[in-house]
């Protein structure tokens, strides 16, 4: 298995920036691909963005054009920075992987975003 921690998260003034980082341990290797999701109160887990081992990326419309994902292999860390914060963009955010064969890791404990209007 892989265990994941993301940190980062914080309280920012709309329009402002946050960053985010997840860090991978344990079973690295099995990792084909990292993404970010993100849950508001009240509403389902969504992905956000995402990330393949060769460097593929893909967005949730809300986000495109703001939010930029990245990872360090190396460090088996995926990062999210995100611009030009709205207060909809008010969530736990928590990151993933899926495997090569297809499954999804366990959630890490994630880390709170609140955007201020």
């Known amino acids: 298995q892989v265990q994941l921690v993301e940190s980062g998260g914080g309280l920012m003034q709309a329009g402002g920036s946050l960053n985010l980082s997840c860090a991978a341990s344990g079973s690295v290797f099995r990792i084909n691909a990292m993404a970010w999701y993100r849950q508001a109160p009240g509403k389902q887990r969504d992905m956000v963005a995402t990330?393949?081992?060769?460097?593929?990326?893909s967005y949730a419309d809300s986000v495109k054009g703001r939010f930029t994902i990245s990872k360090n292999n190396a460090k088996n860390t995926v990062y999210l920075q995100m611009r030009s914060l709205k207060p909809e963009d008010t969530a736990i955010y928590y990151c993933n992987v899926r495997y090569w064969d297809g499954d999804f890791g366990p959630w890490g404990q994630g880390t709170q975003v609140i955007v201020s209007s």
């Open positions: 990330i393949t081992i060769g460097g593929d990326t």
